[in-house]
C-alpha cells in the first residue's frame, strides 16, 4: 500500500506520539523498524502518519519502548483501529482538509475551549452571520464552495445535539458581539442564538467586556480540544491562512494558561447573558 499523501490531523498525531515514546526510550528508528521486521523507512513513515498501524503492533512498540502509561497506549490503540468515516468525509476535495481535521477532532473531543476576540465562534454561528462572513469571498470563491463551507460550518453543530452533548466553554470578547456582520438583522440573530445557545446545560458561555484591563491577547482564536488523555489534547489556530494544529507539551500549557487567563477576565455566565441581550435590544 502506497503510503498516504496527505495524513488527517489525528493520523500525524498517533504517529507523532509514537515517535515521542521510542525516542523517550533511547531507541533509534532502525531498531525499531528492525523489532517490527522492516527498516527504518517503515517506522518514519507509521511516525509520519503516512502508514497506518495496528493496535496489535502499537501495543508492541508500548511494550518494546517500556511505556507505561496505560491510558495513553489505550488511546493510541484506539486511534490506530479507527477505521469508520465520519460526515466530514463527504465534503473531501471540496473544502480544505483543515475544516475536515477540525470536524473529526471535535468529534473525538472530551470538551472544547474557545477564545474569539473579532468573530462568534465558528460552532456558534447561525447560517446567516456565516453568509455574511463569507461574503467577501464571493469574488474569489465559487458560489457552490461557499454553500459547502455554510453546510459544513452548520453541521458541526452535531456535536452539541447527540445523546451525550460535547462540554462546550466559549469565551467571546465583546467586539465580536458587537461586530454588524450582515446588518443590524443578521446580527441581532446571532446575538439571540448565543443567549439561546447558552442555556444548554453542556455550554458555557462568557464575555470578555471592553472594560477588562488585563487580557488583551488579540492574535489567532483559539480553540483547546481536549483529548481522551491531556498528551492527546490539541490546540487549533484559525487565521486567514487557514489552520494551524499545535500539540506539543509547552504550546498545549501556553493556551491553557491563556484560556485560563481569559476565563477569570470574564464576566460570570449570567453578568455575560445580560450584557448579550442589552446588545441584542440595542440592534
Known sequence: MPPRSSPTVRQARLGAELRK????????????GAF?????????????????????????LATRY???????IDALCAMAEERRKGWWEEYRGI?????LDLAE???????????????????????EYIRAIHHSYRHVLPAENIEARVEFRLRRRTILER???LPLNVIVHEAALRMRFGGRKVARGQLEYLLEASEQPSVTLRVL?????EFIEATDAPTYVGGVVPQ?????????MGSVYLGAEAQLNRYRMLIDFAECSSLSEAESRQLIHHLAREL
Open 21 to 32: 515514546l521510542r525516542e523517550a526510550a533511547g531507541m533509534a528508528a532502525r531498531e525499531a
Open 36 to 60: 517490527l521486521g522492516g527498516n527504518q523507512a517503515q517506522i518514519s513513515h507509521i511516525e509520519a502518519g503516512r502508514w497506518g498501524v495496528s493496535a496489535d503492533r502499537v501495543r508492541r
Open 66 to 72: 517500556s511505556a507505561l502509561d496505560q491510558k495513553l
Open 95 to 99: 473544502l480544505d482538509p483543515g475544516f
Open 105 to 127: 477532532l471535535e468529534h473525538h473531543a472530551t470538551h472544547l475551549r474557545c477564545v474569539n476576540v473579532i468573530n462568534v465562534p465558528g460552532i456558534l454561528q447561525t447560517e
Open 163 to 165: 445523546d451525550a452533548p
Open 209 to 213: 467586556p471592553f472594560t477588562c484591563e
Open 232 to 240: 492527546l489534547d490539541t490546540v487549533q489556530l484559525d487565521n486567514p
